[in-house]
T-cell receptor, first 113, second 109 residues
Framework: IAGITQAPTSQILAAGRRMTLRCTQD?????MYWYRQDLGLGLRLIHY???????GKGEVPDGYSVSRANTDDFPLTLASAVPSQTSVYFC????????????FGSGTRLTVV | GQNIDQPTEMTATEGAIVQINCTYQ??????LFWYQQHAGEAPTFLSY??LDGLEEKGRFSSFLSRSKGYSYLLLKELQMKDSASYLC??????????WGAGTKLIIKP
């Protein structure tokens, strides 16, 4: 592992099903983030975690939950998927208060049908 | 509310220079980032400005004016591989990144 690993790369999911998107980093960054990216809307923050054991809500948290049991892992769960959750999901990490920005995973393309 | 504006799309010619503008209105300011994102890929870090002025990094330069809420990314000697979306993002008073929708740059031969 080098950087951030997301899984799966892509998924087609039936509406109403539960789904967990996985995110693992090996940089020992304190902060981790989940974004969704939709055409014309840019990156929107779903949830974030400034350190292991803590999480916070971003701009569009409804329908999603996260946990941060340790420094490396930050899974995102869709409890009951809906078509409006069709999007590309990016996990990112950073040191807090950094001028080096965020490191992004390669993304998960999710289609809810 | 918080708002970041940048043009939706720009076209430029290989070998030329292009300037991508970004204006912002945010609750507090702790720095401005530019990211590059090729189609189907993750964003990658280009630059960070927190003080007024120009930061040069090879073919890419980024400028910031905090009093005007304005930044630009300048790309020189354009190459076909520079075809990508360029995202402007501001770190607000809570140290959260606020993102613009991105500017799609099309490079023509």
């Amino acid at each position: 592992i080098a950087g951030i690993t997301q899984a799966p790369t892509s998924q087609i999911l039936a509406a109403g099903r539960r789904m967990t998107l996985r995110c693992t980093q090996d940089m020992r960054h304190n902060a981790m983030y989940w974004y969704r990216q939709d055409l014309g809307l840019g990156l929107r923050l779903i949830h974030y975690s400034n350190t292991a054991g803590t999480t916070g809500k971003g701009e569009v948290p409804d329908g999603y939950s996260v946990s941060r049991a340790n420094t490396d892992d930050f899974p995102l769960t869709l409890a009951s998927a809906v078509p409006s959750q069709t999007s590309v999901y990016f996990c990112a990490s950073s040191e807090l208060l950094t001028e080096y920005g965020y490191t992004f995973g390669s993304g998960t393309r999710l289609t809810v049908v | 509310g918080q708002n970041i504006d940048q043009p939706t799309e720009m076209t430029a010619t290989e070998g030329a220079i292009v300037q991508i503008n970004c204006t912002y209105q945010t609750s507090g300011f702790n720095g401005l980032f530019w990211y590059q994102q090729h189609a189907g890929e993750a964003p990658t870090f280009l630059s960070y400005n927190v003080l007024d002025g120009l930061e040069e990094k090879g073919r890419f330069s980024s400028f910031l004016s905090r009093s005007k809420g304005y930044s630009y990314l300048l790309l020189k000697e354009l190459q076909m591989k520079d075809s990508a979306s360029y995202l402007c993002a501001v770190l607000d008073s809570n140290y959260q990144l606020i993102w613009g929708a991105g500017t799609k740059l099309i490079i023509k031969p």
